[in-house]
């Protein structure tokens, strides 16, 4: 029952945050008094998805770490400093909408991208190496990107940054490989299969709470908001891009060019927004909110786009021409 239960969640899961936002707008006032939730239910999650990885498998592809390597550079380097100067050009680089754009690509890879990875028959043990090891990392790029790109815009408060993102990330995600490392093969599977529904509903839990923090900001479609989503669904689209054609272009097999094109556009959104949220002014989350709309989307559509690719030359054809 759990498994056919988490199959269905996972089939709605490009229609689960769009929904999340809508309702946490509506009943803000109620789901507001659960914001000091959110990082313990982000905790359970980030320690659910960590359960299918362990030492040795990150020890694997630490040895072939160029693709790995790449992945981090587009992430947390080439994707912010679009972000940066696309948000500038449009709202001013002392803006919260810049600041928010920022934020929304120096954030981590996505927990979920192991979903589609998984589905679409992607290199699983290399994204999970990725998302392993940039969420090892989060304490420190996030901070020192946000300060490096636009610390003199807004005061940030880095050491309490690093304290959160190591309670609701690192150690969780440390807690789950450790489990997997050492415990029963057969206790870490069914605990696995058994948390995996309850990732979902975080992921839908923590979209709801958070966007009823900044609910008035999202109730007034005015041309700044429209703005908004639009520039972020573009960046969003591009990250997808330029991860394939990252792939490509180091020559990599089929399932690693999937896994860099999930784990370069999808992002760690959730824990995006409760950053956002907890050390930031509220307009600086309306970007990372807005993006939750269009994250399991794009991911369904690059994911058919990439169907084809690697049996034959209409997956290419296909990726390059609808640039997803």
Not at 63 to 74: D, G, M
Not at 150 to 165: A, E, K, N, T, W
Not at 210 to 238: E, F, H, K, M
Not at 297 to 302: D, H, K, R
Request: charged share 10%.
């Amino acid at each position: 029952m759990i498994v056919s239960f988490n199959r269905v969640l996972q089939r709605l899961m490009p229609y689960i945050t769009p929904s999340a936002v809508v309702i946490g707008v509506l009943l803000a006032k109620w789901f507001d008094n659960f914001v000091f939730l959110v990082p313990w239910i982000f905790a359970v999650m980030t320690f659910a998805g960590s359960l299918g990885s362990n030492f040795t498998d990150l020890k694997k592809v630490l040895r072939h770490p160029v693709a790995l390597v790449a992945c981090i550079v587009l992430l947390h380097i080439i994707m912010p400093l679009i972000a940066l100067g696309v948000g500038s050009l449009l709202f001013g680089k002392e803006d919260y909408t810049t600041i928010g754009l920022v934020l929304s690509f120096v954030i981590p890879t996505g927990i979920t991208s192991l979903i589609w990875v998984s589905i679409y028959k992607g290199n699983v043990v290399l994204t999970l190496s990725i998302i392993l090891i940039d969420t090892l990392l989060a304490p420190f790029t996030v901070p020192l990107v946000m300060q490096l790109l636009v610390g003199g815009s807004v005061q940030m408060d880095i050491g309490d940054i690093m304290v959160g993102l190591l309670f609701m990330i690192v150690i969780p995600s440390l807690a789950g490989m450790a489990v997997n490392q050492w415990g029963r093969a057969s206790f870490t599977s069914k605990m696995e299969t058994n948390l995996a529904p309850l990732t979902k509903i975080g992921i839908g839990l923590v979209v709801t709470i958070n966007s009823s923090a900044i609910a008035p900001y999202l109730r007034v479609i005015d041309q700044t908001l429209v703005w908004t989503g639009v520039t972020v669904l573009c960046l969003a689209a591009l990250s997808y891009v330029l991860g394939f054609w990252t792939g490509r272009l180091l020559r990599v097999e089929r399932g690693s060019v999937l896994s860099l094109t999930f784990n370069s556009g999808m992002r760690n959104i959730s824990g995006g927004a409760v950053i956002a949220i907890t050390y930031f002014p509220p307009p600086v989350a309306v970007p990372v909110i807005v993006g939750m709309l269009f994250q399991q989307v794009l991911a369904s559509f690059a994911g058919k786009r990439l169907d084809n690719f690697g049996k034959g030359d209409k997956g290419v054809a296909a990726l390059t021409h609808k640039q997803i």
